[in-house]
Structure formats: structure tokens, C-alpha cells
């Protein structure tokens, strides 16, 4: 098989060469074209291609935060209002009131995070001179603390 993919190939050439030297008809183009497909096409059938790639590639997905904030919030909410239409009746029993304390801590939590995400994104959007003198002044807060002890 091997053989005759190189002696097609060896001819393919050929016809090239005259087709760029010599200026060929439109039917010698076509003809020339379907050729090296066909010969493209029996190539790439003995040539084994990734066959295993899904078991060597890990591909993981980076989830929006913006999507993840706005998720656990509306979470949080609907937990919320469902604990306030409970409470206004009868008020929380034990089980709902340990539910209500985890919501706030949650609720507490995920602002903070996010109040840290965008204080280290201000980070990337100060000019790189300001950058430069925050950084020389926690230095000098460093050093007077080391002076210090």
C-alpha cells in the first residue's frame, strides 16, 4: 500500500510540476486536484491519529465568578424569604433558626470574598508608578517593624 501511495505521489508531483511550469488547462487542474485528494485521503487512512486522546487530555472549564456571586446570592435569597414566610406565622423552630445562622455566616462570607476580589482587580487597574509607591510604602511599614522588635 505503502508503494503505491509513493508512485501516485511520485506522478501527483509530476503533474504539479508541469501544471506550475506549463500552463495548464482548467479539465488538467481539476483532474490534478482530485488526484492528490484521493491520494490525500488513502494517506491519511494508514496514519493513526490520537486515537486515546480523550483519556491523555484533561480539559477543565474556568466558571464565571460574576455567575457564581449571582447563583449562591439568588440561593441565599430564596432560602431567606422562605425562612421569613416561616417566622411570620409561627416563627423558626430549632432546625430553622441553625438554618437561618448558616445563610448569614454564607451570606457574610461570600461578601468578603467578594469585597477581596475587587480589591486585588483595583490592584491591576492602579498605573504602575502609584503600584510602585504602595509597594516602597508596605516596605518601609515592613522594615520599621522589623526595627522595631
Known amino acids: 500500500m ?3 501511495v509513493d508512485m501516485r505521489l511520485n506522478k ?4 504539479y510540476d508541469i501544471a506550475v511550469t506549463e500552463r495548464p488547462s ?6 490534478a486536484l482530485a488526484e492528490a485528494d484521493i491520494i490525500i485521503e488513502e494517506e491519511g487512512a494508514t496514519v493513526e491519529v490520537n486515537r486515546n486522546a ?3 487530555i484533561d480539559v477543565t472549564y474556568l466558571p464565571s465568578l ?7 446570592y439568588t440561593i441565599i435569597d430564596s432560602e431567606m424569604r422562605h425562612l421569613a414566610r416561616c417566622s411570620s406565622g409561627t416563627g423558626l423552630d430549632n432546625l430553622q433558626s441553625r ?3 448558616v445563610l448569614t455566616r ?3 462570607q461570600l461578601a468578603q470574598l467578594e469585597m477581596g476580589i475587587k480589591e486585588q482587580s483595583n490592584y491591576e487597574s492602579i498605573p504602575d508608578e502609584d503600584l510602585e509607591d504602595i509597594v516602597l510604602k508596605a516596605l518601609e511599614r ?6 522595631s522588635k
Request: hydrophobic share 30%; net charge positive; charged share 25%.
Open 2 to 4: 505503502a508503494k503505491t
Open 12 to 15: 501527483a508531483a509530476v503533474k
Open 26 to 31: 482548467s479539465a488538467d487542474r481539476k483532474e
Open 54 to 56: 480523550a483519556s491523555q
Open 66 to 72: 460574576h455567575s457564581i456571586f449571582s447563583n449562591t
Open 99 to 101: 438554618h437561618f445562622g
Open 106 to 108: 454564607s451570606l457574610c
Open 142 to 147: 515592613k522594615g520599621r517593624s522589623k526595627g
